[in-house]
């Protein structure tokens, strides 16, 4: 059996530990709702914008057709990867990059990987995996600005034909307990599935104008979307993670005390029997 004095430093060290993460734990609760909010008042937008421009993109006329539009056989594909730059997120990085690594080796094309995010960046470098681009640092705060570069490395690939589709790899955001890998086609944009009768628009100046300022915003709306969704469920995951990781030292703590109270009490029963055996020794040879 350990020492007493082992078991007070092993009881101090879990509970230095247990402060660290009931600390993380705040501080992600207190991320998370503001994380929450935001991605779940972008999602109107998002989709809003997706549906337009598939709209948009069935009424253009015969000309040419805008290089984002432009539909391929399916060489080789690009992967938007997105993960958290640091750990302490459950089975977040995990689950994405298990789903990351079944649709890249389950794509018959080749294929090219940006990745969002130290986690991403290091599994697949370790993996050989070339790697298109790499963006680090912007999983937490999620800022449009840091969705613009992302864009424009996607576009740039896509219309100099260096990949023929783009696809979003990201978690997301369902609920604080859950946050679901998973895989949307970012180019060529896909016309929305028509219910009943299709809407006819009247257009100012013309379709084609009209795309052609709006799909580059379309992109960097999508890519930021999934910067927020990630951002929401890095948050939630590390929430629960932190909280579980608690709970496991404040049991480890009570475990050790317990444990320790039975080495003290055999600890003192020692010593009295020692002191009542020498008590009678001394009264024998008296």
């Given at each position: 059996m ?7 430093r092993?009881i101090r060290?879990?509970?230095n530990t247990?402060q ?12 998370m709702?503001?994380a ?13 914008v997706r549906v337009?421009?598939g709209e948009?993109?069935q ?10 539009l432009?539909?391929r056989?399916?060489r ?6 997105y ?6 997120a459950?089975g ?5 990059l298990?789903?990351?690594t ?7 094309a ?5 990745t969002?995010g130290?986690k991403g960046q290091?599994f697949?470098?370790?993996?050989g995996?070339?790697l298109?681009a790499?963006?680090?640092g912007i999983?937490e705060?999620a800022?449009?600005m ?5 864009a424009r ?5 896509y219309?100099s034909?260096?990949v023929?589709a783009?696809?979003?790899?990201y ?12 895989v949307r086609k970012?180019?060529?944009?896909e016309?929305?599935?028509?219910h009943?009768?299709p809407l006819?628009?009247?257009i100012?100046p ?7 300022q709006l799909?580059?915003r379309y992109?960097?709306v999508q890519v930021y979307q999934a910067l927020l969704?990630?951002?929401a469920?890095?948050q939630?995951?590390?929430l629960?993670?932190m ?6 030292a404040n049991?480890?703590?009570q ?7 039975k080495?003290r009490?055999a600890?003192?029963?020692k010593?009295?029997?020692?002191i009542?055996g020498?008590?009678?020794?001394l009264?024998?040879?008296g």
């Amino acid at each position: 059996m350990p020492s007493l004095r082992d078991i007070r430093r092993r009881i101090r060290s879990v509970r230095n530990t247990a402060q660290i993460t009931r600390a993380m734990q705040m501080v992600a609760a207190s991320r998370m709702r503001r994380a929450q909010t935001r991605v779940l008042a972008a999602r109107p937008y998002s989709d809003a914008v997706r549906v337009m421009l598939g709209e948009l993109s069935q009424q253009r006329g015969e000309g040419d057709v805008h290089p984002l539009l432009q539909v391929r056989p399916e060489r080789r594909v690009g992967y938007i990867v997105y993960t958290t730059d640091r750990a302490f997120a459950g089975g977040l990085n995990s689950n994405t990059l298990r789903r990351a690594t079944t649709e890249v080796l389950g794509q018959p094309a080749e294929s090219d990987v940006i990745t969002i995010g130290r986690k991403g960046q290091d599994f697949f470098a370790r993996r050989g995996r070339r790697l298109l681009a790499t963006f680090t640092g912007i999983s937490e705060r999620a800022d449009y600005m840091d969705a613009v570069p992302i864009a424009r490395v996607v576009m740039d690939a896509y219309t100099s034909q260096s990949v023929d589709a783009v696809y979003l790899v990201y978690p997301h955001f369902v609920s604080t307990l859950t946050q679901a890998p998973t895989v949307r086609k970012l180019l060529p944009l896909e016309p929305p599935e028509q219910h009943g009768t299709p809407l006819e628009f009247i257009i100012e100046p013309n379709p084609e104008a009209i795309l052609n300022q709006l799909l580059p915003r379309y992109v960097e709306v999508q890519v930021y979307q999934a910067l927020l969704e990630l951002s929401a469920s890095e948050q939630s995951a590390r929430l629960v993670a932190m909280q579980s990781a608690t709970d496991n030292a404040n049991e480890l703590i009570q475990e050790l005390t317990l444990t320790y109270n039975k080495a003290r009490q055999a600890a003192i029963t020692k010593e009295i029997s020692e002191i009542a055996g020498a008590a009678e020794a001394l009264a024998a040879a008296g």
